[in-house]
């Protein structure tokens, strides 16, 4: 007889130790699916080193991209990400490919897993921004010795994701959204991140918002992490504090992730691919086994996701089949630990019995479908709203080992009649008028130059003679335009300008 139901999946191995948790998941999932008539047609597709050995410099070749569209969703395994140089990360590729603009982490207390803060009832969720920020790697030398990344932060991409955290918050039944940012020192990037949360916080009144600056969320939830219920953040911090939350509750051998665009969703651990357990069969494969259980809600599966969460929570609270990774925080002898498929046979084994001693999965809330929520402004009707921007100036970057003082005097007398020079600065800090108090010279500066008339709106034609003009002093590595709108000004000020 064919089962109930049917669900098409991608499942990427992956690198390193991804092999063994995936097939640890397939399993469990095979198992329990079958228990209850459903059933999973995996479409088994490469990504990662593999694929960077054959000469596809994505990593992900056109079969994964091709399945993934077709099923939607996809089980991912760790891929190998070659640091420092050469290829990018084929997880960012993907992420970027479907736009899986959330990357969603909860964190939970676990049954069985000796922790430091046992007891406290941590529960909460991490919502990472997953296509923007820092990790969009634009990246240049602007000197040989000087390296420079674009952040970029977008209000479409800000208000997705935090009406996603807020969304999840009322699915979930939880209570409060913590936006953190870094705003007080990145006014435009995080600080635009911030306004977004402020503003849209109204619209989800019964659930309370909050904002802490990103470092204090480090400290407080490390001193309190019980306080905190969902928290979103921009792309590199959601990385980082998400990490810090895996590791209050066990760390990343239970690390579960989801990533979510609007078509697509690709589940996976939070962890790499832990190359010096490739092939042991020693890993603790809970991590990807949970994140399994976040794809079973996401398909609608929700009895199943249950099953599947509860046999693991019963298989750890029994203590019977402990991980590796367990064992060592417990102090014990490694060589009894359970293996990685050792603890799937358990968890299998578990499969139809629930917990005691923490509320059972089956005992949350139901996860409903998004809600549709009011889309940003876009396009033509935002440009009509923010109005035109006016040209009030040029900060030209330029490699020079000039002295500020000399470098101040020539580039002063290259400004011509509708401009003149501000300021010179290195590294953010005035070095021109005005002399820094300690300055290291970098070998390179930013010459602002600003029109004479602060009313004026200059032309292109302005700027690329004056660009022409200095670049026979010193060559620009960047140009930026310092434009304003009616109610914005879109530059920040220098230390001391
Ligand atoms: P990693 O693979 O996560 O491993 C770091 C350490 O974390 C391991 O040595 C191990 O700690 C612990 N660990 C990881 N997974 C575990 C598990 N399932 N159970 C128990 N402990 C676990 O990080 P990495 O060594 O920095 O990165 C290796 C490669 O993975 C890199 O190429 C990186 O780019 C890639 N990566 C991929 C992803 C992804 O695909 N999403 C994520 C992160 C990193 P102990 O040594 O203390 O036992």
Redesign the pocket.
Same mark, same amino acid.
């Given at each position: 007889m064919s089962p109930l139901r049917r669900h098409p999946v991608t499942l990427i191995p992956?690198d390193?130790?991804g092999p063994e948790?995936a097939l640890a998941t397939k399993r469990i999932l095979d198992a329990a699916g079958a228990r209850v008539d459903v059933a999973f047609d995996w479409e088994e597709a490469a990504a990662g080193a593999s694929v960077f050995l054959k000469g596809d410099s994505s990593g992900v070749p056109q079969e994964t991209r091709a399945s993934i569209e077709r099923t939607r969703v996809a089980l991912k395994g760790?891929?190998?990400?070659p640091?420092g140089f050469g290829e990018k +990360?084929a997880?960012v590729t993907l992420r970027k490919l479907f736009e899986t603009y959330a990357n969603i982490r909860p964190v939970r207390e676990l049954p069985g897993i000796p922790t430091r803060y046992k007891g406290e009832g941590i529960d909460m969720v991490v919502v990472r921004e997953n296509v923007e920020d820092l990790y969009a790697g634009i990246e240049h030398l602007q000197t040989h010795d000087v390296a420079q990344a674009l952040k970029l932060i977008t209000r479409k991409g800000s208000e997705k994701i935090i009406r996603f955290a807020y969304e999840l918050a009322l699915r979930e039944g939880r209570k409060k959204v913590t936006t953190a940012s870094k705003a007080n020192i990145l006014k435009f990037t995080e600080g635009m991140f911030k306004r977004i949360g402020e503003e849209l916080a109204p619209e989800y009144a019964p659930i309370e918002a909050n904002h802490l600056i990103i470092d204090n969320v480090a400290h407080q939830m490390v001193k309190d992490p019980a306080q905190f219920d969902v928290i979103v953040a921009t792309n590199l911090h959601g990385d980082i504090i998400s990490d810090l939350a895996s590791g209050l509750v066990g760390?990343?051998?239970f690390a579960s992730s989801a990533n979510y665009g609007d078509g697509v969703a690709i589940f996976?651990?939070?962890?790499? +691919?832990?190359?010096?357990y490739a092939g042991k069969n020693v890993?603790?494969?809970t991590?990807l086994i949970l994140s399994a259980t976040m794809m079973l809600r996401h398909l609608g599966e929700h009895d199943l996701a249950d099953d599947v969460e509860d046999a693991v929570l019963a298989t750890l609270e029994a203590g019977k089949a402990l991980?590796q990774?367990v064992v060592r925080q417990q102090g014990g002898d490694v060589e009894a630990a359970t293996s990685t498929s050792g603890f799937a046979d358990a968890v299998i084994e578990s499969l139809g019995t629930r917990p005691t001693g923490v509320p059972s999965a089956a005992s949350r809330p139901r996860v409903k479908a998004i809600t549709p929520h009011k889309r940003w402004v876009d396009g033509e009707a935002r440009l009509a709203e923010v109005g035109p921007a006016r040209v009030v100036g040029l900060d030209y970057f330029m490699e020079t080992l000039l002295s500020p003082a000399e470098a101040g005097t020539k580039l002063a007398a290259l400004a011509g009649p509708r401009l003149e020079l501000r300021m010179l600065s290195a590294r953010g800090v005035v070095v021109w008028p005005k002399a820094a108090p300690a300055f290291d010279h970098p070998g390179f500066f930013r010459a602002r130059y600003v029109a004479r008339d602060p009313n004026d709106d200059l032309p292109d034609s302005e700027l690329l003679a004056l660009i022409e003009r200095v670049a026979h002093l010193a060559p620009w590595g960047h140009l930026e335009k310092l434009r304003v709108w009616v109610d914005t000004e879109g530059f920040t000020r220098a230390q001391g300008e």
């Open positions: 992956g390193g130790v948790v760790p891929l190998e990400t640091v +990360s997880n760390g990343l051998g996976e651990a939070v962890h790499g +691919s832990a190359p010096k890993i603790n494969p991590a991980p990774d």
